[in-house]
């Protein structure tokens, strides 16, 4: 009970003490972009992607449109087919290039798909140790990127694994079971290595991003990362899917939230995808369905693009960076298919119809969203004061958040939506907060240039 009184005192000074401030910081890089790692299968493919009257390159296209990012995969040694290996990437990252995007280059670890079911090792690694395993994986990665970089391809972006819920360079059983952390950090730890060490030996440093599908996941696969000594990352993706996952779009956005908070890393949606029809346009059978739709969200081209605005709006709103969709040009073919089918099993959920022609949720990648704006809480630091702590409902019940020193300051510096009201307590302890909060509301109007004031 003493220490409860104590806690209140601080709070009490505090919220007679504590402002609110525009921060004078850089705005963060905001990713709006598609992952085209089909495009070049759908050209030999002979697919005809058209935007009203005129055919149209789908690099340049999206960029037109709004795209400032390509997403392209790279497996190990696909001998099953011809793409998304090295030579193809090359391929694709000169056509993002040329079109003047972007390029997140994206390592399965795998001779085949990487996802949240399976992580299953390259044939040429299967039966190494654990340690030559690192030591091929640093290999593959560093030797990738020089390839790249000597021809003047180097991504801006690297994923270390794809979708690395379960244990990465592992068996389909082993990737479902709990993970041995010593393992997964030792390979983890060895692939950021060669992003970092690629970088600074070329003309690009890439930023690193880790990646997880469904946000239910994240939390406690990064929690879980950071204890066993995975903690070099610049970016999280997250795959977002109503299909697998059992979070609501809301319950994304907050799980957004508390991610800024707790790591000094930028979160993006890094793969989602909607049905503009739940018809089938080739005897292949749809991954998204029915069964993927949201209330409120038909399966229609209106339906397709409100979700990728509100999707988009939602991550920004809670101090995300960016969303990609995944495979937006993945179409029917009469020529080509896929182990599962003729065709695609992607054509309801491309951003093109059946008949190749650009739909009307292409638009979502040029809407003038509200981003939220840098800001500041500072509270005078008291002679001999230590550390401070802040709390309140803006990190999404991940506080009390330590404060950093600065001159004769303690600061805590983050970003809010324009307009947003916010309670908010600081305290010389990490226990407790919340109990006598101070209100900050933030008053104004527009995206940019917000007047902020802090009201005790």
């Given at each position: 009970m003493r220490g409860k009184r104590r806690f209140f005192a601080a709070v009490s000074m505090a919220a007679s003490l504590l402002s609110l401030g525009l921060a004078q910081a850089a705005e963060p890089p905001t990713y709006l972009g598609v992952d085209i790692s089909y495009a070049n299968e759908m050209a030999d493919c002979g697919?005809?992607?058209?935007?009203?009257?005129?055919?149209?390159?789908?690099?340049?296209?999206?960029?037109a449109a709004g795209a400032n990012v390509a997403r392209i995969r790279i497996w190990n040694d696909p001998d099953w087919t011809r793409y998304s290996n090295?030579?193809?990437?090359?391929?694709?990252?000169?056509?993002?290039?040329?079109?003047?995007?972007?390029?997140?280059?994206?390592?399965?670890?795998?001779?085949?798909?990487?996802?949240?079911?399976?992580?299953?090792?390259?044939?040429?690694?299967?039966?190494?140790?654990?340690?030559?395993?690192?030591?091929?994986?640093?290999?593959?990665?560093?030797?990738t990127l020089a390839a790249l970089d000597r021809e003047g391809l180097m991504p801006d972006l690297v994923q270390v694994g794809n979708e690395t819920n379960g244990e990465i360079v592992s068996s389909l059983a082993k990737a479902k079971e709990p993970i041995d952390w010593s393992r997964n950090a030792l390979l983890f730890n060895a692939g950021i290595k060669a992003v970092r060490d690629a970088g600074a030996a070329g003309k690009t440093r890439p930023r690193v991003m880790?990646?997880?599908?469904?946000?239910?996941?994240?939390?406690?696969?990064?929690?879980?990362?950071?204890?066993?000594?995975?903690?070099?990352?610049?970016?999280?993706?997250?795959?977002?899917?109503?299909?697998?996952?059992?979070?609501?779009?809301?319950?994304?956005?907050?799980?957004?939230?508390?991610?800024?908070?707790?790591?000094?890393?930028?979160?993006?949606?890094?793969?989602?995808?909607?049905?503009?029809?739940?018809?089938?346009?080739?005897?292949?059978?749809?991954?998204?369905?029915?069964?993927?739709?949201?209330?409120?969200?038909p399966a229609t081209p209106a339906g397709q693009k409100n979700y990728l605005i509100d999707l988009t709006q939602l991550v920004l709103a809670n101090g995300g960076v960016g969303v990609v969709y995944w495979e937006p040009d993945w179409v029917s073919t009469k020529t080509c298919g896929t182990r599962w089918g003729k065709g695609s099993n992607w054509e309801n959920a491309a951003l093109f119809d059946f008949k190749g022609q650009a739909l009307e949720g292409v638009d979502w990648l040029g809407q003038a969203y509200v981003h939220p704006v840098e800001v500041v809480f500072t509270t005078p630091a008291a002679a001999g004061q230590a550390a401070a702590y802040i709390d309140g409902d803006f990190l999404g019940g991940v506080g009390p958040r330590p404060m950093t020193r600065e001159a004769d300051a303690f600061v805590y510096r983050t970003r809010l939506t324009p307009g947003a009201s916010v309670t908010v307590a600081t305290a010389t302890t990490p226990a407790a907060t919340g109990d006598a909060p101070a209100m900050a509301a933030i008053i104004g109007a527009g995206p940019t240039k917000v007047p902020l004031s802090a009201q005790p």
């Open positions: 697919a005809v992607y058209r935007d009203g009257g005129k055919t149209v390159d789908p690099y340049p296209f999206f960029k090295l030579a193809d990437v090359k391929r694709s990252i000169r056509r993002a290039k040329a079109a003047g995007l972007q390029v997140l280059l994206d390592f399965h670890y795998s001779d085949d798909w990487a996802d949240g079911e399976k992580q299953i090792a390259p044939k040429a690694w299967a039966r190494l140790s654990t340690p030559d395993q690192a030591k091929a994986l640093y290999a593959f990665t560093r030797d880790l990646h997880i599908a469904q946000p239910e996941n994240v939390e406690p696969w990064f929690a879980a990362a950071a204890k066993a000594g995975v903690t070099d990352f610049d970016l999280i993706g997250i795959s977002y899917y109503s299909k697998w996952s059992k979070r609501s779009m809301a319950q994304l956005g907050a799980t957004i939230n508390r991610l800024r908070h707790l790591y000094a890393a930028d979160v993006l949606v890094v793969e989602t995808a909607y049905p503009f029809t739940t018809d089938n346009g080739d005897s292949s059978p749809n991954l998204l369905g029915a069964d993927s739709l949201i209330a409120g969200y």
